[in-house]
């Protein structure tokens, strides 16, 4: 049966109550900010990329490295963009849900620590390269050619031909000889 219109049967009213209202209108504002938030923050991750790339590769840094700090960079504004549109939405519990944040970091980063400290070893040799792949070294007591650099670990060959994996953190932390970056001349 059809729903008829007319003087016999009256359209039904509605009513909304003005705080539903108030409450629309500001989710609505808010998602307009954060919409706005998502395209600034989409633009200037590309343009911290692209810079920081640019700037690693005029410093002659390896390509991984590079692509590598580069999504890096790109991460990090993401994520402070997705934070800022975290803070539009929840305003008053925004602090706590940052204070949720921080704890979990520092768990995580704290039980990674090792992980870690050769991992961002490995970036600062790939960028800053204090030897090369082929250049003789000392580390640790091991003398060797360089065969392999990664981000956690670097590989020597010694004149014996044994294999030794030297952590990127002790590169940091310990002396470290490159006997191939300025040759003995054969006079003294």
């Known amino acids: 049966m059809f729903f008829r219109q007319g003087p016999l049967y009256p359209r039904p009213q509605v009513t909304l109550d003005p705080a539903t209202l108030e409450t629309a209108r500001d989710y609505a504002v808010r998602t307009v900010w954060a919409l706005l938030v998502i395209a600034v923050a989409l633009l200037a991750a590309r343009i911290v990329r692209g810079a920081t790339m640019r700037s690693l590769a005029r410093h002659r840094a390896q390509a991984n490295a590079t692509i590598l700090l580069g999504n890096v960079a790109l991460i990090v504004v993401l994520v402070l963009g997705s934070l800022l549109v975290l803070a539009i939405y929840t305003q008053g519990s925004?602090?706590?849900?940052?204070?949720?944040?921080?704890?979990?970091g520092i768990v995580v980063g704290l039980s990674l620590q090792d992980i870690l400290k050769n991992f961002f070893a490995g970036v600062w040799i790939l960028v800053e390269r204090p030897f090369s792949i082929g250049d003789e070294i000392e580390i640790s007591g091991y003398t060797g050619e360089v065969q392999e650099i990664s981000f956690r670990t670097t590989q020597l060959r010694t004149a014996d031909g044994q294999q030794v994996i030297v952590p990127n953190g002790n590169l940091m932390t310990s002396p470290l000889v490159n006997m191939s970056r300025y040759p003995r001349s054969g006079t003294s």
Do not use: C, K
């Not at 925004?94 to 979990?104: D, K, N, R």
């Open 94 to 104: 925004f602090g706590w849900i940052l204070t949720s944040f921080s704890a979990v």
